[in-house]
């Protein structure tokens, strides 16, 4: 079983940056997928990053340019760096692992981008 702990959340001006982390309890280094999800108030869970086992990675066209996923094996960790905020992208970013099968949650980290 695998947890997953997001941070570095928090409110900033639109244009603004932020880099979330999603620290896992076990190893990463053999996941299927491991990707970054956020749900805005009254809208449904959408995808916005992700990356495979086989090094492919996944934008949804909304954060292509201004995101981008990583990890860092060594430490367990996956990383969302977020640049040109803009207000649409408020949400709840969750972190999302699947282990061939098992697919895990973390809590979630509060974003607020202010106009």
């Known amino acids: 079983q695998v947890q997953l702990v997001e941070s570095g959340g928090g409110l900033v001006q639109a244009g603004g940056s932020l880099r979330l982390s999603c620290a896992a309890s076990?190893?990463?280094?053999?996941?299927?997928?491991m990707g970054w999800y956020r749900q805005a108030p009254e809208k449904q869970r959408e995808l916005v990053a992700r990356?495979?086992?086989?090094?492919?990675?996944y934008y949804d066209d909304s954060v292509k340019g201004r995101f981008a996923i990583s990890r860092d094996n060594a430490k367990n960790t996956m990383y969302l760096q977020m640049n040109s905020l803009k207000p649409e992208d408020t949400a709840l970013y969750y972190c999302?692992?699947?282990?061939?099968?098992?697919?895990?949650w973390g809590q979630g980290t509060q974003v607020t981008v202010s106009s």
């Open positions: 999302n692992a699947d282990l061939w099968g098992s697919e895990y």
């Open positions: 076990g190893s990463i280094f053999s996941v299927r997928s």
């Open positions: 990356f495979t086992r086989d090094g492919i990675t």
